[in-house]
């Protein structure tokens, strides 16, 4: 199937053409006329398969007729769990609507609040933002009482932020007649209820298994003692020659702490962390897509967002918490069809956790070891010891002991008692 038989107009046509893109990915062709058809959507597919162009494309077509009001009113609301994807959404939308009249705007925290204010003024068809941006607009005076499209992009990610409170209220406060678009990139248990307050009688779209890895990616595990991972990280990208990579760690102190053992191995680094500003975040999520930064360290802040053409390699240098951000982290490459490689770099602490994430995704983790990086077998779990040293240890348990059995009070009994202890006084008297 073309873009041309999913009735897509002219100047949408021409700006596909421009970007490269010639036939629609699964979630495009299933969603494109849902949406249009004015349908409620909720639909789970994998990252990296299109996700953005499933949404914006049918909501630019549908803006065509009103894109040129004078008085204009926001139509469209995105929502999206961080700024880093607010900004990549946003860039798409200008993209697609290269050849149209239709106008949009960001909605982030971390920038002006009043310039964000007389953007709005000046009249916006399409709003993207963070959901605490968004109240505070609300808040302000924003008016949204013409919005007729409400998506909820990466649903699962800004219920995991504690956004449900925020996502909810901005839907009631909507008018009645608007059509709502859930996506998520995993299926869980709070996205399902989500969608039930949220969605009426939606069409569900479900274009991979649950919670499962694009195909294109070829997944494989190292072990690897915990002192020798970031040398055998350096080792992996100097001699397989990677010319890009994304890195993951699992807190900010161990991404500044790698960040700086690459940077001492001669390695072109850049590092994002909910630490650094929006403004150097930006600046060097650019520099690793211009290819100026050869390897991004970053916390799972920006394993949602990230779109970088041909990402061939992410590497877990630690597991993820949450076993669904694996998931999001290894759908930085093989993106649109495109292989890709998602390497994990295990110690003896994650040995055990990789079966969560395995469970997860339906299918095993090969476990390879890289010569030269054998783990040392004498090296131990120190809460595996601890346990063990507690349980030969243990203080026997007390023999239980039989307490006599209380006997029961009995009328005649007592009285008996209370005649001779009568008679024994009488006679010591006498």
Known sequence: MSFEKLGLIKPLLSAI????????????????????AKSDIFATAQTGTGKTAAFALPILQKLRKTSNDENRLIKVVILS????????????????SKHMSVKSTILVGGKDITAQQRILKKGVDIVIATP???????????????????????????LDMGFSKEIRKIHLMLPKRHQTLLFSATY??????????????????????KNTTVDTINQVAYMVDTARKAELLAYLIGSRNFPQVLVFTRTKVSADELFLELQKDGLKCGIIHGDKTQAHRLKTLNQFKEGKVRVLVATDIASRGLDIEELPYVINYELP????????????????????????????????????????????????????????????????????????????EAKRVRKPAKKSFCKTCFKEKKKNYKKRLILEFV
């Open 81 to 96: 769990p961080t700024r880093e994807l607010s900004i990549q959404i946003e860039d798409d939308i200008q993209k697609f």
């Open 132 to 158: 605490g941006r968004f109240m505070e607009h609300i808040e302000n005076g924003l008016k949204i009482s013409d919005i007729s499209i409400f998506v909820v992009d990466e649903a699962d990610r800004m």
């Open 188 to 209: 869980s248990d709070k996205v399902r209820k989500l969608s039930k307050q949220i969605l009426t009688k939606p069409a569900f779209i479900e274009t991979a298994k």
């Open 321 to 396: 918490s949450i076993p669904e951000d694996y998931v999001h982290r290894v759908g930085r490459t093989g993106r649109a069809g495109r292989n890709g490689e998602a390497i994990t770099l295990l110690d003896i602490y994650e040995k055990y956790d990789v079966r969560d994430i395995e469970r997860l995704i339906g299918q095993k983790i090969p476990q390879e070891v890289v010569e030269g990086f054998e783990p040392d077998p004498s090296i131990r779990r120190k809460d595996q010891d601890e346990l063990k040293l507690k349980s030969e240890h243990k203080k026997p």
């Open 17 to 36: 053409k421009e970007l490269g893109y010639e036939h629609p990915t699964l979630i495009q062709k299933r969603a494109i006329p849902l949406v249009m």
